[in-house]
Nanobody, 122 residues
Framework: QVLLVESGGGLVQPGGSLKLSCAASGSIFSIYDMGWYRQVPGKQRELVTTITSGGSTVYTDSVKGRFTISRDNAKNTVYLQMNSLKPEDTAVYYC????????????????WGQGTQVTVSS
């Protein structure tokens, strides 16, 4: 019912920057929290940052001061600006959204994007 499509991943040198985008589409009634998670092979997916529909944000300690989440509610899009990237930021980054969606019936669900690879290496 809701499709999340991420873009913007890639290879960057340590200290560099990348900006991820995630656009939501489908039979959307309302989107509440949106966020970014990341996962490396052999480890659990971890929270990076979230943002409410009102703009309140939460960041994991390791990215505070380097990453910035933002969203455009009119476009149903969330962004992640990543600066001062470190090799330990290397992971697959997943977009997440809590949304009410449906055609005949509105249901509240948790949705995930397909993931985008971010590699920080010299």
């Amino acid at each position: 019912q809701v499709l999340l499509v991420e873009s913007g991943g890639g290879l960057v040198q340590p200290g560099g920057s990348l900006k991820l985008s995630c656009a939501a589409s489908g039979s959307i009634f309302s989107i509440y929290d949106m966020g970014w998670y990341r996962q490396v092979p052999g480890k659990q997916r971890e929270l990076v940052t979230t943002i409410t529909s009102g703009g309140s944000t939460v960041y994991t300690d390791s990215v505070k001061g380097r990453f910035t989440i933002s969203r455009d509610n009119a476009k149903n899009t969330v962004y992640l600006q990543m600066n001062s990237l470190k090799p330990e930021d290397t992971a697959v980054y997943y977009c997440n959204a809590v949304a009410a969606a449906g055609i005949a019936t509105i249901n509240l669900n948790n949705y995930w994007g397909q993931g985008t690879q971010v590699t920080v290496s010299s």
